[in-house]
């Protein structure tokens, strides 16, 4: 079975400061994709990056960037220079490509969440 | 722009109500989602549907049943409301999958309570 684990529960920062938010996944299947969302105080998760398993290369996208790790089964985000406006509850997820009946159909594992508290 | 709806924000129910939370998508997806969220347990898989009239049961079906009778609808059934489910329901939404697997599009939830 799949798992996602987010050991941190709760992370606090400085505005400007450098954060990092840990994934560590768990899955049997060779194909498989990883996600980011976010949850602001709205409450809606908003999609943040998708990654298969094919794919190691680091991606950054403005002030966010992802290390994804085969070897250590991890798919790390880094927020660099936070904000405020970064305050939320962040998600880590895992899909595998192929389920027990031959698909997927794309459903999620999710993990914990990490609340991130950025202050001013 | 990639828009799903769900009916209420907020819901107040008492126990043993029949409880309907409806979704809406209209971005013409096949594979809608049904999650639950509860603080230091993430989000957890209720029921999904891939096709209309089509649904399978995610890790957490047991007190829910859905329905789609229409691709852009995806409807979740409370069918005698608990305490216990007292809870976040998000819907999700997303294209059809098998590989590559796309990412899912939530609604912004409802919050119910059942007292």
């Known amino acids: 079975a799949q798992k996602v684990t987010q050991a941190q529960t709760e992370i606090s920062v400085v505005e400007k400061e450098d954060v990092t938010l840990d994934c560590v996944y768990e899955?049997?299947?060779?194909?498989?994709?990883l996600f980011w969302y976010k949850q602001p105080p709205s409450g809606e998760l908003v999609f943040l990056i998708r990654?298969?398993?094919?794919?190691?290369q680091n991606e950054i996208s403005g002030r966010y960037s992802w290390n994804f790790q085969k070897s250590t089964s991890s798919f790390n985000f880094t927020i660099t220079a936070s904000q405020v406006v970064d305050s939320a509850v962040y998600f880590c997820?895992?899909?595998?490509?192929?389920?027990?009946?031959?698909?997927?159909?794309?459903?999620?594992?999710f993990g914990q969440g990490t609340i991130l508290t950025v202050h001013p | 722009d990639v828009k799903v709806t769900q009916s209420s924000r907020y819901l107040v129910k008492r126990t043993g109500e029949k409880v309907f939370l409806e979704c809406v998508q209209d971005?013409?997806?096949?594979?809608m989602f049904w999650y639950r969220q509860d603080p230091g347990l993430g989000l957890r898989l209720i029921y999904f549907s891939y096709d209309v009239k089509m649904k399978e049961k995610g890790d957490i079906p047991e007190g829910y049943s859905v329905s789609r009778e229409k691709k852009e609808r995806f409807s979740l059934i409370l069918e005698s409301a608990s305490t216990n489910q007292t809870s976040m329901y998000l819907c999700?939404?997303?294209?059809?999958?098998?590989?590559?697997?796309?990412?899912?599009?939530f609604g912004p939830g409802t919050r119910l309570t059942v007292t």
């Open positions: 899955t049997r299947d060779t194909t498989y994709y």
């Open positions: 997820a895992l899909s595998e490509a192929r389920g027990a009946g031959g698909t997927s159909y794309g459903k999620l594992t």
């Open positions: 990654r298969n398993s094919f794919d190691e």
């Open positions: 971005m013409d997806h096949e594979n």
């Open positions: 999700a939404s997303s294209l059809a999958t098998g590989h590559p697997v796309y990412e899912q599009y």
